[in-house]
């Protein structure tokens, strides 16, 4: 069974870091298109990165340097290091697989391309 949980949100100044992890079960990190989003309440996911099964990352556009995706595939975990947050980055943040296309992700990076979810983490930026 594939699951996703994701930990490591928290609250945090503005200009400041944090780092959330995903750890994956059912699967392997090099087989499937992963993803990071987010969702504000009342809004939809946002795309943030898709790592592709080989290894290739595609950043959404506002993302400007301040977030970076990894993975350890000998951990089974997946990362996003948050930099530089601001409080409109204020979100819930949730980690995704995609079980078909064979590891790649494609161009986009929209959540109607993933159909596992991990529960999500929280992340607050006070001003």
């Known amino acids: 069974q594939v699951q996703l949980v994701e930990s490591g949100g928290g609250s945090v100044q503005a200009g400041g870091s944090l780092r959330i992890s995903c750890e994956v079960s059912?699967?392997?990190?090099?087989?499937?298109?992963t993803g990071w989003f987010r969702q504000t309440p009342g809004e939809k996911h946002e795309g943030i990165a898709t790592?592709?099964?080989?290894?290739?990352?595609t950043y959404a556009a506002f993302v400007q340097g301040r977030f970076t995706v990894s993975r350890d595939n000998a951990r089974n975990t997946m990362y996003l290091q948050l930099d530089n947050l601001k409080p409109e980055d204020t979100a819930m943040y949730f980690c995704?697989?995609?079980?078909?296309?064979?590891?790649?992700?494609?161009?986009?990076?929209?959540?109607?391309?993933?159909?596992?979810w991990g529960q999500g983490t929280q992340v607050t930026v006070s001003s």
């Open positions: 995704a697989a995609r079980q078909y296309g064979g590891g790649h992700c494609g161009g986009g990076i929209s959540p109607r391309d993933f159909d596992t």
């Open positions: 790592i592709a099964g080989y290894g290739r990352i």
């Open positions: 059912g699967f392997t990190l090099n087989t499937y298109c």
